[in-house]
Structures are given as C-alpha cells and as structure tokens.
C-alpha cells in the first residue's frame, strides 16, 4: 500500500468559520498533486522520496501557500526561505536555511542528500549551490506577491512584536475578507512500494521574523523527521517545535505506542513553549495522521487510490 499526505500549513484560533474564498484554490492544489502523485507513487514510478520532493515543489509553487513563491516577509521586507528534506531507510537528509534566490528550496535540499554531505547549506551558499545543480534561480520580485506584502506592511504599521506570525492578533489585525488565518508552511510524508518513507518541510517562516532566523523546518529532528519506520512534517511555532525535537520525539514515542497517540503526545508536549501548530505523519504500516491544535491545518492524505482534504475540523472526499 502506498500513502502520501501533505500539509498547507496551521494557524488561528478559536472555532473555524468555514471556507474563505480563496481555500479552493488551495485545496484544488493539494486534490491534484494528491492524485497525480498518488497515482505515481502507486505505479511505481516515483518512490517515496521523489513524491514529497514533488508534492513540496507543487505546493511551493502555489503563491496562496507560504513557501517558495508567496512566502511571507521577513523584518526587512525579505522573502527567506527554510526546508528540509530526509530520507527514510537510511536516514539520509538535506536542509537549507535563510535561502533567498532559488525557485525550490525543497529541491536545493534533496540534492544535498543525495550528494550526502553536507546536510546542511546556509543563504547566499545554499542558493550558489542550487543553481549548480540547476535548480531554477528567480529574483526577490518574483516570489513576493501582494497578498504578503500587504501582511507585512500591516505587521510593520501595528508595530508587532519579532517573529509575530499571521495568527497572531497583533501581527496581522485583519485578514482579508477572502483571506484566513494560517501560516501556510508545506510539507509532505510518503510511503512508497518498496515500504519506504520520506519527509519534507518548506516554509517563508513567519511575518517579520527578525533577520537570520531560523525555524523549526529546516531542523532535522525538530520540523522534519523520516526513520526506517515514520516519517513527520510539523508546522507551527518554530521555537517550541525546536525546544521539543517535536518531529524526531513523535518518532522515539511511536517506538512503545500507536502512531496516533504520538502524535497527540508531541503537540501536547510543544504546546506549554508557545508552540501551536499540527503535523502529518506516516508509519511503514500505512497508518497515517494529521493532527492540529489550532483553528485550522490545510491538509491532505492520498491512502488506497482515495483523496480526503481537510482545513478546519472536517474532511472533505
Ligand atoms: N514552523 C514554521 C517556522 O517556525 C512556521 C510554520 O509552520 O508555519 O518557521
């Protein structure tokens, strides 16, 4: 059995008021990477790496999700990008941070696993490094849009605390009409036919993050995680997901419990740190799950040939 779940990201508060008008276009973005993916990962074509670099590219390239193009501004007005990426069996994994010119960070990242050393490339590195492995280059106007520029100016009007994010009230006062709560960090898991798992995490960060911060999706450990019998991809809070291990913890605990109580245990655990936030996760059986605590988690799961999407507490076939 094959398995590929994705996630759009997790944010707000209090009970979720239904779709905005711009929610189908993210859904629709999951739906067809789900299913096109889905369908290749179930044929073969693709393994388990492969998918979550693809299923994290898509999603990078849908400005509505805050990753790739459509990342939220940095203090300076900057789009700086972290991903990561890791392999199951073997553990092999890829991450950069502070990216700021490259097209897919995610893909920046899987070719430093597949190269196999370094793990880890940092900016202005992290991008020469990409482009000599023909990941598409693009420039800072290209990846901003207005919908994050306007979040970032009322940020910057409202005086908002560092690292103040779009679910915070303070951060960003009022959402557009159309437009709700949520970070909108991308990431996937996947199991494929040889009974391989991988994970990969790829986020802007959070609205006027100060200036060479790093999250938690660029730690191996903390936002991504992918062992011989889980893989993991959270979203929230940086800080509190670093300060727990959160992805490589729900890893350890699934060793001596179901994979759900685990994940249940690790969002418990962040939560007293400031950290809101949800993950995906899978495990070699094909068990899969995608808890949130907060408002909402744009999330998706491919199991069996069937596509299910969620945003707030319901799922949606
Ligand atoms: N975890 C990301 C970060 O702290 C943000 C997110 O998941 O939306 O950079």
């Given at each position: 059995m094959v398995v590929l779940a994705v996630h759009g990201g997790a944010g707000g508060d209090g009970p979720w008021g239904g779709m905005t008008d711009v929610d189908p276009q993210r859904l629709d973005c999951m739906r067809r990477l789900l299913n096109d993916l889905g369908g290749r990962l179930q044929r073969g074509e693709i393994n388990?790496?492969?998918?979550?670099t693809l299923a994290v590219e898509v999603m990078e390239d849908e400005p509505l999700f805050n990753a790739g193009?459509?990342?939220?501004?940095?203090?300076?007005?900057?789009?700086?990008?972290?991903?990561?990426i890791m392999r199951g069996h073997d553990q092999a994994a890829g991450a950069v941070v502070n990216i700021k010119r490259s097209r897919h960070p995610i893909r920046v990242a899987n070719h430093l696993l597949q190269d196999g050393w370094p793990v880890m490339l940092n900016s202005e590195a992290a991008d020469v490094f990409g482009a000599e492995k023909k990941v598409?280059?693009?420039d800072q106007h290209w990846l901003i849009t207005e919908l994050r520029q306007a979040q970032w100016a009322k940020w910057k009007a409202n005086k908002s605390a560092p690292g103040s994010t779009d679910e915070d009230d303070r951060?960003?006062?009022?959402?557009?009409a159309d437009e709700q709560p949520g970070m909108g960090t991308v990431g996937a898991v996947a199991l494929d036919i040889h009974g391989h798992v991988a994970a990969a995490t790829s986020t802007g960060g959070m609205t006027g993050k100060p200036n060479g911060r790093i999250g938690d999706t660029p730690i191996i450990g903390a936002g991504?995680?992918?062992?011989?019998?889980?893989?993991?991809?959270?979203?929230?809070?940086g800080e509190a997901f670093i300060r727990t291990c959160a992805a490589r913890s729900l890893a350890a605990y699934h060793e001596v419990m179901p994979l759900d109580t685990a994940g249940r245990k690790v969002l418990n655990e962040v939560a007293p740190y400031g950290?809101?936030?949800?993950?995906?996760?899978?495990n070699t059986d094909?068990?899969?799950i995608t808890p949130f605590q907060t408002m909402l988690m744009y999330r998706g799961t491919y199991v069996g040939g069937l596509v299910?999407?969620?945003?707030g507490p319901q799922t949606y076939a």
């Open positions: 388990a790496l492969e998918a979550v193009r459509g990342s939220v501004l940095d203090a300076s007005g900057s789009i700086t990008m972290d991903a990561s598409e280059t693009v951060a960003i006062l009022d959402h557009d991504t995680w992918a062992d011989a019998t889980v893989a993991v991809s959270c979203t929230g809070i950290g809101r936030g949800g993950l995906i996760a899978i094909g068990r899969v299910e999407l969620g945003i």
